[in-house]
């Protein structure tokens, strides 16, 4: 019930937010930084039972909600394996709606510490899909993922992938 | 190990300190401690923010343009080690880093040549048009009705050891 409401909250703030910058868009602005939606609220906490998170790869689902993190109490972080159910998927795809699949947490907006000591951060809440075995569904991943993929033994992420951040 | 610029203050950035921002078109935001993480939350412009280098450099309240910044350079490729080009290179890091100094403090000072003249004008100004605003001293002894009358204050002439010893 409180979780519910919440999100509820979080969604009206969310258009809020986009609202007002859609007005900021007009102002002429010579400035790099008119990031289009850098800071649209993503919550920035651990990957826990109901996070929404956008699929990036090509296996056919476009959001799941992730139902367990399968490691750390308090949830899943950045390179982490969740269990998720699939919320919306292309037709066509590999993967239907509804059904249970596992995902790595590529990019999470909850900032991670890194083997130096320095911490990374994304803009939002991403999963690439794996099966059973370890290795993604699809054949394609979108947008920069963290090397640190490499440590938790996803090669094949980071060699699919645009960007290593 | 590479060291890198803070993309707000664009100082440098040693292993193991400040965040990094990655934005999903995989630009990477550097930031060297969390006062310019903050600065970038909020949106602000490093150009407009007075303490960052990019004003300075801006505004013309630094060098600039130096031959003596050519060395500080991103280089993709590794050098192979050499032990005469690394002593050589410690030594002349020193020379370089003073060389610097002197020129930025050369250019400070060049920035501020013509201060003291123009504050000397412009006291001169100020003693010529607003000297009515100050009367002279011996003038005061002359006319007592341009300082304050002297307030007489009732002294108590109680003794506060009665007190004490009554109680």
Request: with cysteine.
């Amino acid at each position: 019930m409180a979780s519910s409401s919440t999100s509820k909250l979080f969604h009206v703030g969310r258009s809020l937010l986009g609202g007002l910058h859609k007005r900021a868009h007009g102002l002429p602005t010579s400035y790099e930084l008119t990031c289009s939606d850098l800071f649209s609220q993503q919550l920035r906490t651990f990957i826990q039972m109901r996070t929404n998170l956008k699929v990036v790869d090509n296996s056919g689902a476009k959001k799941v909600m992730c139902i367990q993190a399968l490691k750390g109490k308090k949830g899943a972080r950045l390179g982490d394996t969740i269990v998720a159910s699939v919320k919306e998927a292309q037709p066509g795809g590999k993967v239907k709606k509804g059904q249970v699949v596992y995902g790595v947490v590529v990019r999470a907006a909850m900032q991670r510490g890194r083997c130096d000591g320095s911490e990374v951060k994304f803009d939002d809440n991403a999963v690439v899909l794996i099966n059973k075995q370890g290795e993604p569904i699809g054949t394609r991943v979108f947008g920069p993922v963290p090397h640190e993929l490499r440590k938790k033994k996803h090669v094949k992420i980071l060699s699919l992938a645009e960007h290593i951040a | 190990m590479r060291l890198e610029k803070c993309w707000f203050c664009s100082s440098t950035i040693y292993p193991g300190h400040g965040i990094q921002f990655v934005r999903n078109d995989a630009k990477i935001f550097r930031f060297c401690r969390s006062k310019c993480h903050k600065n970038f939350k909020m949106k602000r412009n490093p150009r407009k923010v007075k303490w960052t280098k990019a004003y300075r450099r801006l505004h013309g309240k630094d060098m600039t343009q130096d031959s003596t910044f050519e060395f500080e350079r991103k280089r993709n490729r590794p050098e192979r080690y050499d032990r005469n080009l690394a002593e050589n290179t410690l030594k002349a890091i020193k020379k370089i880093t003073k060389v610097r100094a002197d020129r930025q403090e050369k250019h400070i000072a060049n920035r501020m040549k013509g201060k003291k003249a123009q504050e000397r004008k412009e006291a001169a100004k100020e003693l010529e048009q607003s000297i009515h605003l100050i009367k002279a001293p011996a003038a005061l002894q002359q006319e007592p009705s341009l300082t304050l009358p002297k307030a007489k204050v009732k002294v108590s002439q109680q003794q506060p050891e009665d007190n004490r010893m009554e109680e």
